[in-house]
């Protein structure tokens, strides 16, 4: 009998304490409504500049001069270096030796033709008397022939001058344009920042031949630095040109320099599944380093009001739709939520599905099934 006591005091007692592990209601951190929210997109990147120029010489020889070097600032048009110049001095004498042998072939020429002009007239006038005469029977008729004969050979030598005269220009003008082409070789062999640049690299020394194209600085654009970032394809369908972004570089980790988004990519990288964007710097370090990687966060949005939970709350979650516990009644409901925008610290944001009166969970905890009571703990909302 005394057993039997005992044993319906153990079952009451188990039973009790089932109860009060099963019914008792569990306590749930719940999430709140926040307000101005920053909705951030973070992305890692380096920085490089828009305009950067490999420049070298058109032509090839020895370089004599170099006058910059790594780190220099140098004006537009300012010489960089200078390739040994004696042989196409030489060529360039040459051709003003050829212009001035054309000048003086076509001042021939215009003299030929005003000599010519001149047996001409005569010849004209000449045929003229021994036609009078030839009509007055003073002279005989082979002599007037011959006049006029004259006449017409003082013509065509009149042509053939005045047509070396155009040859005599056309002469002068290839000898001018090739002058011409000697000066530009010349100068060619003087190399010019081709605008205001920041010298990135020296890539040769003096005494080196070059070759022509072959690069002998690196140079870039200052105003043109900005970062490349790249954004995981998940979060960047929000990014927009000309939204604000900071930028944290690596070597200034306590600094944060503002910028805007200047230009996104078209093509996204297949293997790593990231989109390419570009951040203009509006305050910029007063010196960068090319390469340096960054940090990035864009400001795609900021939210008025937002309710938020964490993705580690979210069942099924596809970046668009997912399910949450929530409170509803004092007890627990599991809710399929559509979400909005996602926060750079992992938090999505509910924009339906969640009932009136219903509020989420924010951290699931263990025991937590559809129907068993809850007692939400406000006080570990955000």
């Not at 320099?257 to 093509?267: D, L, M, N, Q, S």
């Not at 009644?329 to 992992?346: C, L, Q, S, W």
């Amino acid at each position: 009998m005394t057993m039997v006591v005992v044993g319906g005091a153990l079952g009451l007692a188990a039973m009790a304490g089932y109860l009060v592990l099963n019914e008792r209601p569990l306590l749930v951190p719940v999430v709140s409504t926040e307000r101005d929210v920053p909705i951030r997109i973070y992305g890692l990147g380096t920085v490089e500049a828009r305009i950067t120029s490999k420049v070298g010489f058109e032509v090839g020889a020895a370089l004599t001069e170099l006058t910059t070097d790594s780190g220099d600032i140098v004006a537009e048009g300012q010489v960089l270096a200078r390739l040994h110049p004696s042989e196409q001095e030489a060529r360039v004498a040459r051709a003003e030796a050829a212009v001035e042998a054309a000048a003086a072939g076509r001042t021939r020429a215009e003299a030929a033709v005003a000599r010519a002009r001149a047996v001409f007239a005569q010849s004209e006038a000449t045929n003229a008397r021994r036609q009078a005469l030839a009509r007055r029977d003073t002279i005989s008729d082979q002599t007037a022939e011959e006049a006029e004969r004259d006449v017409a050979v003082a013509a065509a030598n009149l042509a053939v001058a005045e047509s070396e005269i155009a040859v005599a220009a056309a002469q002068h003008a290839d000898a001018t344009a090739a002058l011409l082409y000697e000066r530009a070789l010349l100068e060619h062999h003087v190399l010019r920042a081709p605008f205001d640049a920041v010298v990135v690299d020296r890539h040769v020394e003096a005494g080196t031949v070059v070759r022509a194209g072959e690069p002998v600085f690196t140079l870039i654009d200052p105003a043109s630095v900005w970062t490349l970032a790249y954004i995981d394809e998940a979060r960047a369908g929000a990014i927009a040109l000309g939204q604000p972004a900071e930028i944290r570089l690596r070597s200034l980790p306590h600094s944060v320099f503002t910028g805007h988004v200047a230009r996104i990519g078209i093509e996204s990288d297949r293997v790593n599944e990231e989109r390419r964007v570009w951040i203009a710097c509006d305050s910029c370090p007063a010196q960068v380093y090319l390469g340096e990687q960054a940090e990035i966060r864009i400001t795609v949005a900021t939210l008025p009001e937002a309710l938020l939970v964490p993705e580690i709350a979210i069942r099924g979650f596809d970046g668009h739709t997912g399910r949450v516990w929530t409170v509803q009644g004092g007890a627990a409901t599991e809710a399929t939520v559509i979400f909005g925008h996602r926060t750079e610290d992992a938090r999505a944001q509910i924009v339906d599905g969640v009932t009136a009166g219903a509020e989420v969970v924010e951290v699931p905890v263990a025991g937590l099934t559809e129907g068993r009571r809850l007692r939400p703990d406000r006080e570990d909302a955000p």
